[in-house]
């Protein structure tokens, strides 16, 4: 008889997260590998999980083409709203047991609180508030980028990269913060462009950092970009509020989420998150409940 493995995966935009645990919840192994954000590419994301599951297993004696396992996965992947793209993830031929998708967000929701009910607000490279409560999901935002997700890495990158072009042109003065983002490029003005006219939210989110190294040093430019995404995330806590009857909201800490914390008005709606909470342990949770 087979033994049961327990795979979670936390697929976003900008990187990978997989936790693998045997039949007593016991960690066999974690891993990080690319992107798996199924909107832009569904043959990246398998990629990006497959490295992330060899590197968790990485040490051990247990390879997935074992057949004295039965390996069980818990998916939570960006882009599962685009539903043309989840069947065809979903179709892809796997040697899996079981495979349950589910959004990140709703994985990052189910480690945020142990598996059990409760309401986030996560900030990655896209931005987006999730509630899980008696079998109904509510969620605000993560509709995808650029035409929302308002406040995301990803967002903050364009944003960052709109006012280095400002800057450019001299309409803007120049600043840390546009210096940081042409000095990337090289102040070479056609890769930049090319760059610019070519990258999708994984790119962008690659230069919320320097949007992060710019507000430290005091650049005016990177703290009204923080403090427009920290306003974002007031609006999302009282919509989310009001739609799930949450009465206390759960910020994922991680990403660029930790330098909004100064700039957020509404914290008596949005506590910090645990430090340890993990969406990969939420999509473990996904598929123990599927399987149990």
Not at 62 to 81: Q, R
Not at 93 to 120: K, M
Not at 157 to 168: C, H, K, P, Q
Request: glycine share 10%; charged share 20%; proline share 2%.
């Amino acid at each position: 008889m087979s033994k049961d493995i327990f795979i979670g995966v936390d697929g976003g935009g900008t990187k990978t997260k997989v936790l693998i645990e045997d039949s007593e919840g016991n960690i066999i192994g974690e891993g990080i590998g690319g992107a798996s954000n199924i909107r832009l590419s569904v043959k990246g994301a398998w990629d990006s999980i497959y490295d992330a599951i060899d590197k968790a297993l990485t040490g051990t004696a247990i390879k997935l083409d074992d057949k004295n396992y039965s390996f069980h996965v818990g998916m939570g992947l960006a882009g599962v709203s685009i539903l043309k793209a989840k069947k065809e993830f979903l179709e892809t031929p796997h040697n899996f047991a079981t495979v349950i998708l589910e959004s990140d967000a709703h994985v990052a929701c189910l480690g945020a609180h142990d598996g059990n009910d409760g309401s986030i607000v996560s900030i990655g490279t896209g931005v987006i508030g999730y509630s899980i409560n008696s079998g109904k999901t509510y969620r605000v935002s993560g509709w995808g980028f650029p035409h929302a997700d308002t406040g995301g890495g990803a967002w903050l990158g364009m944003e960052a990269v709109r006012l280095t072009f400002s800057s450019i042109d001299e309409c803007i003065k120049p600043s840390i913060l546009t210096d940081l983002i042409f000095s990337h490029f090289d102040k070479d003005l056609s890769n930049f462009v090319a760059w610019a006219n070519s990258s999708n939210s994984t790119e962008f989110a690659k230069m919320a950092p320097f949007v992060i190294n710019a507000m430290r040093e005091g650049d005016e430019y990177a703290v009204d970009l923080l403090k427009k995404a920290a306003h974002e995330v007031d609006l999302l806590a009282k919509a989310l509020s009001e739609q799930s009857a949450s009465t206390s909201i759960c910020l994922l800490l991680g990403g660029i989420s930790q330098f909004l914390i100064p700039y957020i008005s509404n914290m008596d709606k949005v506590a910090l998150c645990e430090q340890g909470k993990s969406a990969a342990k939420g999509a473990v949770y996904l598929i123990r409940n599927h399987h149990n």
